[in-house]
């Protein structure tokens, strides 16, 4: 398990040095990619592509979520819509992932996203804080924006799943244990579902990653969504 994280911390520890180099503001419309490039954020296609299904699904998160150099059925909205389909269920998972989206980001795009839908998601699965650590930002900012996002969801009694994130050791115990404790502390105090690592069952597997070492291959998201796709399933039901 050590080794796992301390090939996750070098990664992370390089693509650091990367965006140190390049610090560009990142805005709501237009995002740092892990390679340097920018990419749009995805359009508010919900409408017209979820009336049609019983169940909608929002996930709403970073790269890891967007399909990061992926073909577009290979996505993790995709190949989880096809997951759940495969089980029975009449549903739409609409991608709102934007790659280089930080926790702040997310939150100041969030209402504009969910105003946008053409009516109310059945589950929001919400995964942000990757950037956040690869910037180095602070965990209590990261935590705080979160917590906004969560309760936003909830005052639109919107359910809710956590995908959450775990800090290199590169960064230091101080800021691991900082980190580390958010997604858990938040799923207690709102009473969410919570996935405890989005790169569960990766890290450490390098023939599961693009080139970069940080975005996961289409085979990678496979396994992602096998191992999310049980937990998804109890959240719809319950």
Do not use: W
């Not at 290979?74 to 930080?102: C, I, M």
């Not at 569960?200 to 597997?205: A, I, N, P």
């Not at 080139?211 to 096998?226: F, K, R, S, Y």
């Amino acid at each position: 398990m050590l080794r796992n994280f301390l090939t996750y911390g070098l990664s992370l520890a390089l693509l650091q040095l990367l965006i140190a180099c390049n610090p560009a503001p990142v805005d709501d419309t237009t995002a740092k990619t892990a390679s340097g490039e920018t990419e749009s954020a995805p359009a508010a296609d919900a409408k017209g592509d979820a009336t049609d299904a019983e169940i909608l699904v929002v996930a709403f998160g970073d790269s890891l979520y967007a399909g990061y150099g992926l073909d577009q059925n290979e996505g993790f909205a995709p190949e989880l819509q096809a997951a759940l389909r495969a089980q029975g269920k009449d549903v739409r998972v609409h991608n709102a992932g934007v790659s280089g989206d930080t926790t702040a980001a997310g939150l100041r795009r969030m209402d504009f996203v969910l105003d946008s839908l053409p009516r109310k998601p059945d589950l929001v699965i919400l995964g942000l804080g990757g950037n956040d650590l690869l910037r180095g930002l602070k965990p209590a900012d990261t935590r705080a924006n979160m917590d906004a996002m969560v309760k936003k969801l909830q005052d639109r009694d919107i359910p809710v799943l956590l995908t959450g994130m775990l800090a290199p050791p590169n960064l230091g115990a101080a800021f691991s244990d900082e980190f580390n404790v958010i997604y858990p502390a938040l799923a207690k105090k709102y009473d969410v579902a919570l996935y405890p690592f989005f790169m569960d069952g990766l890290v450490g597997r390098p023939r599961l990653f693009l080139p970069d070492g940080l975005h996961p291959t289409a085979e990678g998201i496979d396994l992602i969504v096998g191992k999310i796709t049980p937990q998804v399933v109890a959240v719809l039901e319950g």
